[in-house]
T-cell receptor, first 114, second 115 residues
Framework: KNQVEQSPQSLIILEGKNCTLQ??????????LRWYKQDTGRGPVSLTI?????NTKSNGRYTATLDADTKQSSLHITASQLSDSASYIC?????????????FGRGTQLTVWP | EADIYQTPRYLVIGTGKKITLECSQT?????MYWYQQDPGMELHLIHY???????EKGDLSSESTVSRIRTEHFPLTLESARPSHTSQYLC??????????????FGPGTRLTVL
């Protein structure tokens, strides 16, 4: 069964600290992996996308890594800010169709305290 | 920020009412999607469309229906709302370039509460 598991479920950190969010998946055949940020009451916004051949991708203070062999990804946030408080969702796409079927994780709820 | 809009943002209605959730995008995207999301849970695809006059059911069974008469417009209709329909509904779109790497752009969502 194709699944995407994220950990931790929730995380609280102090402003300025770094953190790492984890994503494990069983989706096959694998096409790509995305990290989305979803603010409360808003739709998800894409942060990074990585294909099979990419093992790291950065977007400002966000750095995503991918190990396609172990089917694991991480999202590292550097020097956190209050605006980073949101749910971070890992999304994996398969190669089964042109639709690019998406499998969503439940997200990690990050709270940044001043 | 993506140009995809949803109205209303919040809706509270009584059981049995017919409702239509609106979704519009100005990016000329062929593909459009409707997702349902409960608090703390993953998004579930309920409908999608490849283009005008194309609609398909997603993975999660839904009593809602959709239509795609114009490229930019993808409304979702519930003929008779029930409390079990209470959820957040997210609309998304992506360009039809024929690859699975197309990014989906999401609207802000409609929070529906059925009493």
């Amino acid at each position: 069964k194709n699944q995407v598991e994220q950990s931790p479920q929730s995380l609280i950190i102090l402003e300025g600290k770094n953190c790492t969010l984890q994503c494990n998946y069983t989706v096959s055949p694998f096409s790509n992996l995305r990290w989305y940020k979803q603010d409360t009451g808003r739709g998800p916004v894409s942060l990074t996308i990585m294909t099979f051949s990419e093992n790291t991708k950065s977007n400002g203070r966000y750095t995503a890594t991918l190990d396609a062999d172990t089917k694991q990804s991480s999202l590292h946030i550097t020097a956190s800010q209050l605006s980073d408080s949101a749910s971070y969702i890992c999304v994996v796409s398969d190669r089964g169709s042109t639709l690019g079927r998406l499998y969503f994780g439940r997200g990690t709820q990050l709270t940044v305290w001043p | 920020e993506a140009d995809i809009y949803q109205t209303p943002r919040y809706l509270v209605i009584g059981t049995g009412k017919k409702i239509t959730l609106e979704c519009s995008q100005t990016m000329g995207h062929d593909k459009m999607y409707w997702y349902q999301q409960d608090p703390g849970m993953e998004l579930h695809l309920i409908h999608y469309s490849y283009g005008v006059n194309s609609t398909e059911k997603g993975d999660l069974s839904s009593e809602s229906t959709v239509s795609r008469i114009r490229t930019e417009h993808f409304p979702l209709t519930l003929e008779s709302a029930r409390p079990s329909h209470t959820s957040q509904y997210l609309c998304a779109s992506s360009p039809r370039t024929g690859t699975s790497t197309d990014t989906q752009y999401f609207g802000p969502g409609t929070r529906l509460t059925v009493l």
